[in-house]
């Protein structure tokens, strides 16, 4: 008999608030704590747009909140927030001994990405080399998915069980919506 995947029943979901263009400083981060597809607390912090302080601002945030000791998996829309601060999936695993799954909606373009960062943000090889280390994205139900610590059939199986209203996992797109309406008065775009 195969062994079963773990269910990973305790998730935090995290996003960037929007910001305008020209925004310069921090932006806002907040995560979602899941029980399951009920939602269980509300998390936040702030990283600097362009920065390189994401994946420990991440981690304080997880961390230093009475959620770390039940959580089992964290949940990324997208490995960069506040522009191009690049997470470091693999610091960020090692960090909180929790797998780490980001989440796209579309493939990237990531020579686009690639030659943005290398000609325009500063760090820009070091943030590329994070992309790079963090391996492909890979296609999981209709998103894409980049992973440490978990395996492709045990994120599969968690985005089918959390994304119930569209394609994004409910932590995701909660933190999304609450992210917005933090910092613009309400929500919108998809979510």
């Known amino acids: 008999m195969p062994a079963r995947a773990p269910r990973f029943s305790h998730v935090i979901g995290v996003d960037d608030a929007p ?7 921090d932006v806002q981060v907040v995560g979602t704590v899941f029980s399951g597809l009920r ?90 080399a994070l992309i790079e280390r963090a391996g492909p994205m890979e296609p999981v139900a209709s998103v894409y998915v980049q992973r440490a610590g978990i395996s492709l059939d045990d994120a599969s199986a968690l985005i089918a069980r959390l994304s119930v209203n569209g394609h994004l996992p409910e932590p995701l797109r909660a933190a999304h919506l609450i992210a917005g309406g933090l910092t613009t008065g309400e929500s919108r775009g998809r979510a």
Request: aromatic residues 6%.
């Open 19 to 25: 910001f305008a263009r020209d925004h310069r400083g």
């Open 39 to 128: 939602l269980e607390g509300v998390l936040s912090t702030r990283v600097r747009r362009d920065g390189r302080n994401a994946t420990p601002a991440i981690a304080a945030m997880i961390r230093g909140s009475r959620f770390y000791a039940q959580a089992q998996v964290v949940m990324l829309q997208g490995i960069a927030v506040a522009g191009f601060n690049v997470v470091d999936l693999a610091a960020l695993h090692e960090a909180l001994a929790l797998p780490v799954v980001v989440v796209a909606r579309r493939l990237p373009d990531l020579d686009a990405i690639r030659d943005a960062l290398l000609s325009r943000v500063r760090g820009g090889r070091r943030k590329w």
